[in-house]
């Protein structure tokens, strides 16, 4: 048996995880989640999920910041071009203000890109 992909939510918000990782469990997908910046770059060391679900306006660290930091820590690109190419390496990033009815819809799709 496949294990379903790996979704991790980041988000100061614990109502949103919550909705969130029901809906997303009910699609099929395994879900983790992080309440931090800091921790979410612990859980992606961790777990290596198959898509980040980043909250853009936390707390302390902004989420499109974490993002730059996450990928940095995968390897995707290094202090040089992120700048440059922030846009087109931020693709298999979903965030939650896109509406509610296309986010499950999008995720495999942007699972299938990394």
Known sequence: MNKPPLILI???D???IEIAAVQLAKAG???????S???????????SPDL???????TGVPGVQAV??????????DKATEIDNIADKVKSILFPSVPESNLI??????????
């Open 52 to 58: 980040v679900l980043m909250d853009i306006n936390m």
């Open 10 to 12: 980041v988000d100061d």
């Open 37 to 47: 910046a800091a921790q979410s770059y612990e859980k992606a060391r961790l777990l």
């Open 105 to 114: 819809k999008d995720i495999p799709a942007n699972i299938n890109k990394k």
């Open 29 to 35: 997908f395994a879900v983790d989640y992080a309440m």
């Open 68 to 77: 730059m930091v996450l990928y940095r820590l995968a390897g995707y690109f």
């Open 14 to 16: 614990a109502n949103f």
